[in-house]
């Protein structure tokens, strides 16, 4: 098992952050993920005029991994500027819930990486629907 350096998670996340396409909102969002083998991957958020067909920062890391072939994911870092920094939405809480359901969440203001929020994915979306019976 890889040692989390959430201090290095919320620093990707953060550098994730400033390639965020967000035309319409001037909302960035830098998502990082770490993998049992300490790999890190990033995303940040990507905006469409046609609003559906945005994507939030953590689901284009979280599909960026998985299409690489990085299904173990040990720890996701989200970095914004909110006061606190903000917790996935419900659409990636699902996908985590799906695909690293043991992960570690962080959460961080961009303007006080030093402040971190953890979470696990259960206390994030307790009791989630993850199979088909």
Do not use: H, W
Not at 29 to 38: E, S
Not at 46 to 67: D, I, M
């Amino acid at each position: 098992m890889v040692k989390i350096n959430k201090a290095a998670l919320i620093r990707a996340a953060a550098r994730a952050r400033k390639r965020a396409v967000a035309p319409y909102s001037k909302f960035l969002v830098g998502a990082a993920l770490l993998t049992r083998r300490g790999e890190i991957v990033t995303g940040a958020n990507v905006e469409s005029a046609s609003y559906g067909l945005t994507c939030c920062a953590e689901r284009v890391a979280l599909f960026k991994a998985l299409t690489e072939g990085k299904k173990d994911v040990v720890a996701v870092a989200v970095v914004t500027r909110v006061e606190g920094g903000a917790l996935p939405c419900g659409a990636c809480r699902q996908l985590l819930a799906e695909y690293a359901p043991d992960a570690q969440v962080f959460v961080a203001d961009s303007r006080a990486l030093k402040r971190v929020r953890e979470f696990s994915i259960s206390g994030l979306l307790p009791s989630a629907f993850v199979k088909l019976s």
